[in-house]
C-alpha cells in the first residue's frame, strides 16, 4: 500500500493521478485531515484516511498497513518541522519501509529562507532509521505564472530574482516523479535534485509574456523590501509576502537553478517547456 499525505492539496491531487496510471486504486490511500474533500477518488476506488498533522494521534491509524509513504511538506510555514516530526514517529512505530519526502532544491546549501524548515526535516527522517527518499523540488512554474495576468494587464512583472535563472518546471512533472520514485525498487537513500530542463530569468519570463499576449510586459526588479512592499500592497499577508521576496532573493543567487535534468530522466520525458505554460495561460 502507498499512502500519500495532503492528498487534497494540488501535489497530492496530480500524485495519486499519477498512481492510479500505475497501480489499482485499492493501493492507494489518500491521508487528509477532511475526507470529504477527496470524495471523487474515494468514488475511484481510493482507499481515504482521515490523517492530520497537527493531531498525532490521528496519524497511527491512518498509517496503518502503509508500505511506503510520501510526506508532501506542509504549508504552515513555521509550524512545518513539529508536524513532519510527528508523521516520521508514527511512519517510524508502524514500520513503514520507504518515506518519501518533497523537500527543496538543493536544501543543504540553498540560499533560501524557505529551506531551513526542509533541511531540519531531512535531518529528522536521516536519524529516524527509517529507509528514505528525498525529492528535492525545484519552483513550479505554476508559482510565477499567478503573478502573469496582473503583469500582462498593467505591463510589468515585479519580483527581485535579478538575473537568478529559475530551472522551473510544472507541478504534474514533479508529481510524475513521485509517483515514479514509489512505485519503484531500490529508492532508500536516493537524493533527487529536481528542475525543469530550461531555465529562465524575469527578464526572460516578462519577454515571454509580452511576445504571446501581444502586449507590452517589462520586468521591474527591486529590492527584496521594496518586493514586499508591494506584495503586501496588493493584499497579500504579510508572512506570505515577506516568503516571495526572500524566495525571489535567493533565486537572484541561482538558488532556483539546476541544470543536472535529474527530473526529465526520471519521468522519462523532457519536463514542461515554462514557454508552453505561458502559451495555454495567454490562449
Known sequence: MIA???????????????????????????????PAKVADFAARGVVV???DYTRPESLLP????VERLLL?????????VPQH????EAAKQTGIQLLVYTSILHADVSPLTLAAEHKETEALIR??????????????????LASAPAAIEHGVLLGSAGEGRISSAARADYAEAAAEVLTREHQAGRIYELAGDEAYTLGQLAAELARQSGKPVVYLNQSEADFKAALTGFGLPEGLAQLLAESDTGASRNGLFDGGKQLSRLIGRPTTAWTEQVKALVS
Open 4 to 34: 500519500i499525505t495532503g492528498a487534497s492539496g494540488q501535489l497530492g491531487r496530480l500524485v495519486i493521478e499519477s498512481l492510479l496510471g500505475k497501480l489499482p486504486a485499492s493501493q492507494i490511500i489518500a491521508l487528509v485531515r477532511d
Open 62 to 65: 491512518a498509517l496503518s498497513g
Open 72 to 80: 508532501i511538506s506542509g504549508n504552515e510555514i513555521g509550524q512545518r
Open 127 to 144: 536519524h529516524s532509521g527509517l529507509p528514505y527518499a528525498f525529492l528535492r523540488n525545484g519552483w513550479y512554474t505554476e508559482n510565477y
Open 49 to 51: 484516511r482521515q490523517a
Open 85 to 88: 516530526r510527528a508523521v516520521i
